[in-house]
């Protein structure tokens, strides 16, 4: 399989941009028809997570949408590693750009949130391109061949890489005033979290970027890439804002519901964007107070919990 990467990356990186998200495009139809039991789960928690409304033939469609998406996403990975930023800023268009600035003048960092949404690796991009600096939380990959084509195409543009056990990294940066990125919108139940509302559902969900932003006094700014034809969006929400209480643990909870919110309601706008084959709701509560009680009591170290995977 990994031969079979560096075939793709080595041919698709020499590709014109709409030629590679064409190519992407075949990938995508190519990997819904063959991967059965991945078109499966995304078919079934797409029904979860929008119920008895949604009609199977729309849910056949998102899903064909989903597998495209990843599949542009492969190919135009592999053309952005040879782009300047200056070329990355021509096929970008920045939204809410005062929402950005306004949280960098408290000059205590910021802490991007997004998710697996869209090309969420062009994100980094983006903001490298227009000038500011940072870098990304990220856990290590099961297959480090392929980490290592991911952290050095964002080395490349100026984009660090931290572990998410880096806890006096990503401190840094954020005292330089610089932006981490986090992405943690998924069901990982050996990190610290705590039950939220999402769909609807109570859903398990990493505490670390509140438990960072309370800690650090870093806002937070939902920042997503839509995309739009042959370029893209990057859309920057407003900075996540809650009056403390002096409970950690509500405080958390609290802020961890507000960022998930934001995340649902781009979901539900561009459902093809995510990733439906992922087991959001794998995690089961107990019983819902011992379950958000136990699960806040995260330790400082784990801060950084909820990292792109």
């Given at each position: 399989m990994y031969l079979g990467f560096l075939g793709l990356r080595a041919v698709a990186r020499w590709l014109p941009l709409p030629v590679a998200q064409g190519l992407g495009r075949l990938l995508g139809y190519a990997a819904y028809a063959l991967l059965g039991p991945y078109r499966a789960l995304a078919l079934t928690h797409l029904r979860r997570a929008f119920g008895p409304a949604l009609q199977d033939s729309t849910a056949r469609r998102i899903t064909r949408g989903v597998f495209i998406n990843l599949g542009k996403n492969a190919l135009e990975w592999c053309v952005l590693e040879r782009y300047s930023l200056t070329r990355i800023r021509r096929i970008v268009e920045i939204y809410g750009l005062t929402h950005l600035e306004q949280a960098?003048?408290?000059?205590?960092?910021?802490?991007?949130l997004s998710a697996h949404f869209g090309n969420w690796e062009l994100l980094a991009m983006a903001l490298r391109s227009m000038g500011f600096e940072g870098g990304?939380?990220?856990r290590p990959l099961r297959y480090p061949e392929y980490q290592d084509f991911l952290w050095q195409?964002?080395?490349?543009?100026?984009i660090a890489t931290y572990d998410r056990g880096a806890v006096r990294g990503v401190a840094r940066g954020l005292r330089a005033n610089h932006i981490i990125g986090m992405m943690p919108d998924q069901d990982m139940?050996?990190?610290?979290?705590?039950?939220v509302d999402f769909f609807d559902q109570p859903t398990y969900t990493p505490a670390g970027p509140a438990a960072l932003s309370l800690l650090t006094g870093s806002p937070i700014v939902p920042c997503f890439v839509v995309r739009d034809g042959r370029k893209f969006r990057v859309m920057l929400e407003e900075p996540l804002t809650i009056t403390r209480t002096g409970n950690r643990t509500q405080d958390i909870l609290r802020l961890t519901q507000q960022w998930s919110r934001v995340v649902e309601?781009?979901?539900?706008?561009?459902?093809?964007?995510?990733?439906?084959?992922?087991?959001?709701?794998?995690?089961?509560?107990?019983?819902?107070p011992e379950a958000e009680g136990s699960a806040l009591e995260a330790p400082a170290t784990d801060?950084?919990?909820g990292a792109a995977p």
């Amino acid at each position: 399989m990994y031969l079979g990467f560096l075939g793709l990356r080595a041919v698709a990186r020499w590709l014109p941009l709409p030629v590679a998200q064409g190519l992407g495009r075949l990938l995508g139809y190519a990997a819904y028809a063959l991967l059965g039991p991945y078109r499966a789960l995304a078919l079934t928690h797409l029904r979860r997570a929008f119920g008895p409304a949604l009609q199977d033939s729309t849910a056949r469609r998102i899903t064909r949408g989903v597998f495209i998406n990843l599949g542009k996403n492969a190919l135009e990975w592999c053309v952005l590693e040879r782009y300047s930023l200056t070329r990355i800023r021509r096929i970008v268009e920045i939204y809410g750009l005062t929402h950005l600035e306004q949280a960098l003048s408290q000059g205590r960092g910021v802490i991007a949130l997004s998710a697996h949404f869209g090309n969420w690796e062009l994100l980094a991009m983006a903001l490298r391109s227009m000038g500011f600096e940072g870098g990304v939380v990220a856990r290590p990959l099961r297959y480090p061949e392929y980490q290592d084509f991911l952290w050095q195409m964002r080395a490349r543009k100026g984009i660090a890489t931290y572990d998410r056990g880096a806890v006096r990294g990503v401190a840094r940066g954020l005292r330089a005033n610089h932006i981490i990125g986090m992405m943690p919108d998924q069901d990982m139940d050996s990190l610290e979290g705590v039950f939220v509302d999402f769909f609807d559902q109570p859903t398990y969900t990493p505490a670390g970027p509140a438990a960072l932003s309370l800690l650090t006094g870093s806002p937070i700014v939902p920042c997503f890439v839509v995309r739009d034809g042959r370029k893209f969006r990057v859309m920057l929400e407003e900075p996540l804002t809650i009056t403390r209480t002096g409970n950690r643990t509500q405080d958390i909870l609290r802020l961890t519901q507000q960022w998930s919110r934001v995340v649902e309601s781009y979901l539900r706008r561009y459902p093809t964007h995510w990733v439906w084959m992922h087991r959001r709701w794998k995690t089961k509560p107990l019983t819902m107070p011992e379950a958000e009680g136990s699960a806040l009591e995260a330790p400082a170290t784990d801060a950084l919990a909820g990292a792109a995977p």
